[in-house]
Every structure is written in structure tokens, then in C-alpha cells.
């Protein structure tokens, strides 16, 4: 992929959604969702990862993913969320990726830094087993992009009407948080962490 002749943000935004798809195919896999021949290794910034095969999971997370490449680049993104729901579409628990591109910054990118600042974030879902619960039957999931604002249709045109607000539910307490990882390497920050519900809330 050519970045030669893009802006900080444009290399960046690039490198982030390459990422953020090879990460969500790695939650997905790690929650077990589907079964496991249903993905395969690849090899992804040196590290071993699992890629889904079947092509409408493929499809899914890559065209919802780099749908959001141009929103990420302006810094209208504020977290791209891997949820997770029980049959009564209530939120079990969330991955959460923060994301801040420094739209002021005018210096060169070095794509290796952040690639090998991003690789961490790999080998840490990697091992994030023991800290994922066990999904419950009827579970299913989605990818939610949160927006520092809303694109507009005058600036964004056709691509904006795409986006619709969620229906989400939402849970009444403020939930327990686990980091996994955060990076600072200009013009990017991102931080990893995994939201549940609080034990009072499971219970109601």
C-alpha cells in the first residue's frame, strides 16, 4: 500500500485500520464466537494471529473497519468498540480501542515505530484468555465506531448517511474497566481496554 505521498494523519489512519482489523479478528477468535477452524494463522507484524476465512466474517470486519479509514484520519473518531451482547441485547463486555491522531502534526511518520508499538497490542490480545469471560448461548457481537462528532453530509456526502445512531443499551452503573495496553508514539495514541458490567448490574 503506497503511503509515500500521504499526510502524517493519512499514513497513521492507514496503519491504524490495517491494525484494527488483524486486533478484532483476534478478539473475535479469542471469545470462541465461532468455531475455531472457521479462522486461520497468518502472520501479522511478526506476530502469530488469526485471521477469520469465512468470507462474509472477513468481509464484515474488514468493510467496517476501512469504512471508517477517512473519519480516522480527520480525528472524528474517538473508540472503535468490539461488543458483545446476551439474547437480551444487553452488553456482556467490551473491547474498547481509544484513538487519537494529532491533527497539528507535520513531521514525517516513521510506520516501523508505530508498527512496532502497535505489535504489542497483538502479543497482549494474544494472551488475554484468562481476563475474557465465557460467552453465554444466544451471544452475538458487533463493531461500534463512537464519534468525536458526527460526519456531515455537506462535507462528507453519500458516505454520511451511512452512519446512524446505535441502539445499543446502555448499562446504568459505570462499568469495571481492564486495561490491556496504551501506546504514545506521535501522532498517535491508543489505548486497550476491556469494559463489564459492574457485579451489582449482572445481578439486576
Not at 114 to 132: C, D, H, Q, T
Not at 149 to 161: H, I, M, R, T, Y
Amino acid at each position: 500500500m503506497d503511503r509515500k505521498n500521504q499526510s502524517p494523519q493519512g499514513q497513521t489512519a492507514k496503519v491504524v485500520v490495517e491494525f484494527l482489523e488483524v486486533a478484532i479478528n483476534c478478539i473475535v477468535f479469542l471469545k470462541g464466537f465461532y468455531p475455531s477452524r472457521a479462522f486461520e494463522r497468518r502472520r501479522y507484524m511478526n506476530v502469530v494471529v488469526n485471521k477469520a476465512r469465512h468470507p462474509q466474517l472477513a468481509n464484515y470486519i474488514h468493510s467496517s473497519i476501512f469504512a471508517l479509514l477517512p473519519y480516522i484520519q480527520k480525528g472524528l473518531v474517538e473508540r472503535v468498540v468490539v461488543i458483545f451482547y446476551g439474547q437480551d441485547q444487553v452488553p456482556l463486555e467490551k473491547f474498547v480501542f481509544k484513538l487519537t491522531i494529532d491533527q497539528s502534526y507535520q513531521s514525517s511518520v516513521s510506520e516501523a515505530e508505530l508498527e512496532f508499538a502497535l505489535r504489542a497490542f497483538l502479543v497482549k490480545l494474544n494472551a488475554a484468555g484468562p481476563i475474557a469471560k465465557p460467552l453465554p448461548s444466544g451471544a452475538n457481537w458487533e463493531i461500534t465506531a463512537y464519534f468525536r462528532e458526527l460526519p456531515s453530509q455537506e462535507n462528507e456526502g453519500e458516505q454520511a448517511k451511512l452512519w446512524v445512531p446505535t441502539d445499543t443499551k446502555q448499562w446504568m452503573q459505570p462499568s469495571e474497566i481492564t486495561p490491556i495496553k496504551s501506546m504514545d508514539s506521535n501522532p498517535l495514541k491508543v489505548q486497550l481496554y476491556m469494559e463489564h458490567p459492574t457485579v451489582t448490574e449482572q445481578k439486576v
